[in-house]
């Protein structure tokens, strides 16, 4: 047999491999197999460039949301894998490649995320200030943020809290760094007042440290993988909302493989770290599902419906504390109108006569209208409403 021949053999091998493979995934994928013979005609970057536009508004909801390139990936892969003129799977990698290019050439103006690389700060930043975390929203937010006034700003009307107290309702740990601004731009956080923290994959000791102290209820959210189970078992006190097999089926997520070199001791890994022996059983076999898997709107609803189902609710602080915040909010309140009037030129009042008004006795009702207003904007805080009530 001449090496041609061989040659032609394997190649059309792995064509049939790759169309069986595709159709185990989706069945649909059979229409292409009479054209699996052709010879392949257009290159990957010619397919994305084709399908781009599709794949962000099925990631995006329409461009609506911030969304991470990978998850722009998982879209665009069976988009590319089932075309009949493809002669190769996309990998992440050529996508992220393919992406950038499209993004310079067309610069459709995407909010398209990527991981924090390293860290910008100013000179003679505030003491409490850690820096930028050079992501490309943190930059974008940055580059836009309109010059500061040289007037001196008003007092913040925020009630003083540290950590949990008054202030946290639950933490959710992510395994992944990117989602934070998709939960922000959905105002996720606000809602829930839930605190966000990510690990950047096997959780450290300062990660764990940091969520045993604050004393808040903690949610650990991961990869249906080896890791992500490493990672959960982390935080032995927190509850685990991170993919399983029933979210896989409910949510019609697509697998992935990974392969382990030894399955036996991943599988019993995985057991050893709270997974079930059916997920034992599909992620030592050599399958994975990402959280990027899901699109931008269906991740939030998913991690909304898990805080749900476990009853988060926002804070609404004790009577006592409620007390002091509102002699706080009204003296607040009229130390920004001094301050404002002050550098006001046309102003020649007399200005520390508004400090020895009577401060009016804190409601009764306080705390129940604080959740009233709470079902009309569950982005507020508590201290947020007590000084739209004294303000207004």
């Known amino acids: 047999m001449r090496s041609d021949d061989v040659i032609?053999?394997?190649?059309?091998?792995?064509?049939?491999?790759?169309q069986v493979k595709a159709e185990e995934k989706r069945p649909s994928a059979r229409i292409y197999r009479d054209s699996m013979w052709t010879v392949?005609?257009?290159?990957?970057?010619?397919?994305?460039?084709?399908?781009?536009?599709?794949?962000?508004?099925?990631?995006?909801?329409?461009g609506r949301l911030p969304t991470h390139w990978r998850q722009v990936f998982y879209v665009m892969r069976p988009l590319c894998d089932e075309h009949p003129e493809s002669d190769r799977p996309l990998t992440d990698a050529t996508f992220k490649g393919i992406l950038e290019t499209y993004l310079d050439e067309h610069a459709p103006g995407w909010d398209v995320l990527r991981g924090a690389r390293g860290v910008f700060k100013e000179p003679h930043a505030a003491r409490d200030d850690n820096g930028l975390a050079m992501s490309t929203m943190n930059v974008r937010k940055y580059l836009r943020a309109p010059a500061p006034r040289h007037e001196v700003p008003p007092v913040q009307a925020r009630f003083p809290t540290k950590g949990a107290h008054n202030r946290i309702a639950a933490v959710l740990i992510c395994e992944k760094e990117g989602f934070d601004d998709l939960l922000i731009a959905e105002q996720v956080p606000a809602r829930y007042d839930l605190a966000l923290m990510s690990t950047k994959g096997i959780s450290a000791r300062a990660a764990r440290d940091l969520?045993?102290?604050?004393?808040?209820?903690?949610?650990?959210?991961?990869?249906?993988?080896?890791?992500?189970?490493?990672?959960?078992?982390?935080?032995?006190?927190?509850?685990?909302?991170?993919?399983?097999?029933?979210?896989?089926?409910?949510?019609?997520?697509?697998?992935?493989?990974?392969?382990?070199?030894?399955?036996?001791?991943a599988r019993a890994n995985l057991l050893q770290n709270g997974a079930s022996v059916e997920e034992a059983d599909f992620v030592s076999g050599g399958q994975r599902v990402e959280l990027n898997m899901f699109t931008s709107s269906e991740f939030v609803e998913f991690v909304e419906q898990k805080l749900e189902e476990h009853g988060v609710e926002k804070i609404v602080p004790d009577d006592e504390t409620l007390a002091a915040a509102w002699q706080r909010a009204h003296l607040v309140e009229r130390l920004n109108r001094i301050i404002s009037r002050a550098q006001d030129p046309e102003e020649d009042g007399e200005l520390l006569d508004e400090l020895n008004d009577d401060v009016p006795p804190m409601p009764d009702d306080l705390a129940a209208r604080i959740r009233r207003e709470f079902e009309n904007d569950a982005a507020q805080s508590w201290d947020d409403v007590i000084a739209g009530l004294v303000g207004g």
Not at 8 to 18: C, E, F, I, N
Not at 40 to 62: F, H, P, Q, T, V
Not at 225 to 241: E, H, L, Q, R, T
């Open 211 to 265: 969520a045993e102290s604050l004393a808040a209820p903690c949610f650990t959210l991961h990869d249906l993988d080896k890791n992500g189970f490493v990672m959960a078992s982390g935080f032995p006190g927190a509850i685990d909302i991170g993919i399983r097999l029933p979210d896989v089926e409910e949510w019609e997520l697509a697998a992935e493989e990974q392969t382990h070199p030894n399955e036996w001791r």
């Open 40 to 62: 392949a005609r257009r290159s990957l970057k010619s397919i994305c460039y084709e399908r781009m536009e599709e794949a962000w508004n099925k990631a995006s909801d329409g």
């Open 8 to 18: 032609q053999a394997l190649d059309v091998g792995q064509k049939w491999t790759r």
